[in-house]
């Protein structure tokens, strides 16, 4: 059973930064792709990074380009999502998810259906 737990999230000043945490757990192969999504109040769930497990490729959408960076710690089963130079429009619940079995990344972007485990989210507000 795919288990993911966010962390991280919190109340954070405008061009600071934070790190979200995905521990993730349940895994029986390395195949598998983790995402992070976020949806504010009022607006669709949309995909900002993923990473595949298997061989470390990410993608990342264009209003995070430059700013956030995904990663993750095989040892720690983890996978981190580091946000710099956060701005308002940034705030939101930040979801982890896993596709498992997956391997690439070309698709981790366009829907959450693509997905089977999600995490609970953690809130992020960027205000000053």
């Known amino acids: 059973q795919l288990q993911l737990v966010e962390s991280g999230g919190g109340l954070v000043q405008p061009g600071g930064s934070l790190r979200l945490s995905c521990a993730a757990s349940?895994?029986?192969?390395?195949?598998?792709?983790i995402g992070w999504f976020r949806q504010a109040p009022g607006k669709e769930r949309e995909g900002v990074s993923c990473?595949?497990?298997?061989?470390?490729?990410?993608s990342d959408a264009d209003s995070v380009k430059g700013r956030f960076t995904i990663s993750r710690d095989n040892a720690k089963n983890t996978v981190y999502l580091r946000m710099n130079n956060l701005k308002p429009e940034d705030t939101a619940v930040y979801y982890c998810?896993?596709?498992?079995?997956?391997?690439?990344?070309?698709?981790?972007?366009?829907?959450?259906?693509?997905?089977?485990?999600w995490g609970q989210g953690t809130q992020v507000t960027v205000s000053s």
């Open positions: 998810a896993a596709r498992y079995p997956g391997r690439g990344v070309q698709a981790c972007l366009r829907s959450r259906l693509w997905y089977n485990g």
């Open positions: 990473i595949s497990n298997s061989d470390g490729s990410t």
């Open positions: 349940g895994f029986t192969s390395d195949d598998y792709v």
